[in-house]
């Protein structure tokens, strides 16, 4: 029988992106997109879209045995920075979903769960500079409680409920073609379509804040590798490390002024500056290469030519 695809949280940063690759190597009608908004008007038009509050455990299974729903992709949650202002809101609403995904699995009415987690769980305490996939894991932020209890519940339905789940600590992503909904690294987005548009950008991380990141493109390529991998070869099922390229907002602008000359960066910190200096600089990912051949393609150079290069064709400049 065909697998059938769910992507739960489809109109995001990372749906936006996944539902389509999804779509071209599995087949429009065979991924089911889904979120508790509309997504942009080519998933909608591309494919099946349900409106979906995972919370609603009622309605995600009618979703499910209606499409016969055999894979869920679960992306929606609320990120770093949007979870300190509703800690509580985004407490259940991380958790929540993550069980009424599992749960789902635990039945066997799916197959197969994806959930990413992130370099959140990471602390004050970690070692900054390729901080190891097993190392002190002492999250201060809501959202990094969540997503390290996340992991062990992962790992849980793993063990006890032989639940074929697979998870990413994925590291700030970076891509053209969608926005990034309130995360702490979504400084190294924005400060792309500013200097663009008004050739300036103020950045409210300090200019050495060195932190993991990632183009979009490796993001997602991960995710379909590791979903595609023989289950056999995944030792983790917490969630691995895997590591695109590290940089901070200075070398970053740096690196834009090397295409926009006249491009200005300031500086001026907020509350997320706090988040961002719990978290490590750089990540060690050998387990996934080891395990299941991960391999990142992308390099700062090459993310900053690819961001300029397709946001200049976006906005006809
Ligand atoms: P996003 O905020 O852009 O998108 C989340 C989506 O979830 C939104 O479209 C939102 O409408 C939807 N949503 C919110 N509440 C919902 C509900 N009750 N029911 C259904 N949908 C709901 O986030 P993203 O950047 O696409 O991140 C996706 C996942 O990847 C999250 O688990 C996030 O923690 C993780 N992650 C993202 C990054 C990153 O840099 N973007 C890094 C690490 C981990
Ligand atoms: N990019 C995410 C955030 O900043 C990391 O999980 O919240």
């Given at each position: 029988m065909q697998d059938k695809i769910l992507v739960i949280g489809s109109s995001g940063q990372i749906g936006s992106e996944l539902v389509a690759e999804l779509r071209s190597n599995y087949g429009d009608s065979n991924v089911i997109a889904s979120d508790i908004v509309a997504s942009n008007q080519i998933i909608m038009d591309s494919g099946p879209f349900e409106i979906l509050d995972v919370t609603d455990s009622k309605r995600l299974y009618e979703i499910v045995k209606k499409h016969e729903v055999t894979h869920i992709y679960l992306l929606a949650a609320i990120l770093s920075a949007n979870a300190e202002k509703k800690p509580k809101l985004s407490w259940d609403l991380n958790m929540q979903s993550l069980f009424n995904v599992l749960d789902l699995a635990k039945d066997k009415i799916i197959k197969k769960v994806f959930w990413p987690s992130s370099i959140a769980v990471f602390g004050p305490n970690t070692e900054k500079i390729k901080t190891q996939q097993y190392t002190?894991?002492?999250?201060?932020?809501?959202y990094g409680i969540s997503k390290l209890a996340g992991e062990r519940w992962c790992e849980y339905y793993f063990n006890k409920h032989n639940v074929d789940v697979v998870s990413l600590r994925y590291p700030g992503l970076i891509g053209w073609k969608s926005n990034p909904g309130g995360g702490t690294t979504d400084y190294a987005v924005h400060i792309f379509h500013e200097a663009i548009k008004n050739k300036k950008y103020t950045s409210f991380?300090?200019?050495?804040?060195?932190?993991?990141m990632m183009y979009m493109s490796d993001a997602?390529?991960?995710?379909l590798k590791i979903m595609q991998t023989d289950s056999g070869k995944i030792k983790i099922r917490s969630s691995y490390n895997i590591a695109g390229c590290s940089f901070n907002p200075e070398e970053l602008a740096n690196e834009i002024q090397s295409?926009?000359?006249?491009?200005?960066?300031?500086?001026?910190?907020d509350y997320r500056q706090k988040i961002a200096d719990s978290w490590p600089d750089s990540l060690e990912d050998s387990l996934a290469k080891d395990h299941w051949g991960w391999q990142a393609e992308y390099n700062m150079r090459k993310l900053v030519k690819e961001m300029i290069e397709n946001l200049h064709k976006k906005y006809n400049c």
């Amino acid at each position: 029988m065909q697998d059938k695809i769910l992507v739960i949280g489809s109109s995001g940063q990372i749906g936006s992106e996944l539902v389509a690759e999804l779509r071209s190597n599995y087949g429009d009608s065979n991924v089911i997109a889904s979120d508790i908004v509309a997504s942009n008007q080519i998933i909608m038009d591309s494919g099946p879209f349900e409106i979906l509050d995972v919370t609603d455990s009622k309605r995600l299974y009618e979703i499910v045995k209606k499409h016969e729903v055999t894979h869920i992709y679960l992306l929606a949650a609320i990120l770093s920075a949007n979870a300190e202002k509703k800690p509580k809101l985004s407490w259940d609403l991380n958790m929540q979903s993550l069980f009424n995904v599992l749960d789902l699995a635990k039945d066997k009415i799916i197959k197969k769960v994806f959930w990413p987690s992130s370099i959140a769980v990471f602390g004050p305490n970690t070692e900054k500079i390729k901080t190891q996939q097993y190392t002190i894991t002492e999250p201060n932020t809501v959202y990094g409680i969540s997503k390290l209890a996340g992991e062990r519940w992962c790992e849980y339905y793993f063990n006890k409920h032989n639940v074929d789940v697979v998870s990413l600590r994925y590291p700030g992503l970076i891509g053209w073609k969608s926005n990034p909904g309130g995360g702490t690294t979504d400084y190294a987005v924005h400060i792309f379509h500013e200097a663009i548009k008004n050739k300036k950008y103020t950045s409210f991380l300090t200019k050495d804040t060195t932190l993991p990141m990632m183009y979009m493109s490796d993001a997602i390529n991960a995710t379909l590798k590791i979903m595609q991998t023989d289950s056999g070869k995944i030792k983790i099922r917490s969630s691995y490390n895997i590591a695109g390229c590290s940089f901070n907002p200075e070398e970053l602008a740096n690196e834009i002024q090397s295409y926009i000359p006249d491009f200005k960066i300031s500086y001026n910190k907020d509350y997320r500056q706090k988040i961002a200096d719990s978290w490590p600089d750089s990540l060690e990912d050998s387990l996934a290469k080891d395990h299941w051949g991960w391999q990142a393609e992308y390099n700062m150079r090459k993310l900053v030519k690819e961001m300029i290069e397709n946001l200049h064709k976006k906005y006809n400049c």
